[in-house]
């Protein structure tokens, strides 16, 4: 009887780990990215970026967080192809 019972709660605390896990937001990619990875994938920067400004309180020290906010931000000045949008024109 206690080894039914044993069991029985070992599987409700598994089942209750693998749920909370399997809701865990705090972390918002499966590794660390870096900027130029992020930049090379621009769409999944911005997704992550998303999530991280979603929800800020959790997510704005994560490693992930950061290096797609920069990577982002670097594709609105400079854009996907490198070439800086707000350069100043030369005069000739």
Known sequence: MKKSAFISTLFAVLVVA???HANDDSQVADRIYTIKEFTKN????????DKCRNNPGELRDDPN???AREAVAKDRLIGSNGEDRF????IR
Request: net charge negative; glycine share 0%.
């Open 65 to 67: 967080c950061i290096n």
């Open 42 to 49: 621009i769409e999944f920067a911005k997704e992550v970026d």
């Open 87 to 90: 350069k100043a024109p030369s």
């Open 18 to 20: 693998a749920h909370a």
